[in-house]
Structures are given as structure tokens and as C-alpha cells.
């Protein structure tokens, strides 16, 4: 069974951000959270499941 903490290769290539864009996520293990590549939203990853719900994302260190 794979580590709960971490996102299966093929789960990660195939996750884009919900919002029109559907920009690539990169995923920060230690934080356990996804960030879109182009509106830097934060998306947690709670017990090894990706919340991917806009309404329930945070803004990134990028976006104001």
C-alpha cells in the first residue's frame, strides 16, 4: 500500500487547478498541499486526497 503522505506520479500528471485555466499543479509533499502554476492558489491534500475545491483553496504567496 502506498505512503498515505505522498501523490501517485500518475495522480499528479493528470490534476489541474479547477479554476478556467487548468493550469499543472505542483505538489509539496512536506505541506501536503498542491499549487496552481498560474493563479497560485494553495490546495490542501488531506489524508492523501487532493481538495481541489476553489471555495476551500488560499491564495498563494504570489497572488493578492
Known amino acids: 500500500m502506498p505512503d498515505p503522505t505522498t501523490l501517485d506520479d500518475e495522480l499528479l ?11 499543472p499543479l ?5 505541506a501536503q498541499t498542491l ?6 492558489r494553495v490546495f490542501d491534500v488531506v489524508d492523501g486526497i487532493p481538495v481541489l475545491l476553489l471555495d476551500e483553496a ?3 504567496p504570489e497572488q493578492s
Do not use: F, V
Open 13 to 23: 500528471a493528470i490534476l489541474a487547478c479547477p479554476d478556467e485555466h487548468h493550469a
Open 26 to 30: 505542483t505538489y509539496d509533499a512536506a
Open 35 to 40: 499549487t496552481c502554476t498560474e493563479c497560485h
Open 58 to 60: 488560499r491564495p498563494g
